[in-house]
């Protein structure tokens, strides 16, 4: 979904959440948006220990710069400020 200068990109769903499938879903990610994956600046994610350090790696390869949240539902409520265009709640 994107929203003028606002993006929110939703890769996939799985049962079995583990670090390797986050990985490759940064990849395909990437993939998909040829010559615009050099758009994006930044990644909010959580701490949530499915977002390994190659998962980062496959961002910051591509010039994203990946910002963690101190906790879980703090980037929930950045993505949803973020694409109301808000700073407030």
Known sequence: MEIQTRAVHILGVTAH??????VQQARNLLMGLG?????????????DS?????FDDVLSGNGTRVIKTPFPVAARECICRAVR???AP
């Open 35 to 47: 010559e615009r994956a050099g758009e994006f600046r930044f990644l909010i994610r959580d701490r």
């Open 50 to 54: 499915k977002f390994t350090a190659a």
């Open 85 to 87: 265009g808000t700073t």
């Open 17 to 22: 959440l583990a670090g390797i499938w986050t």
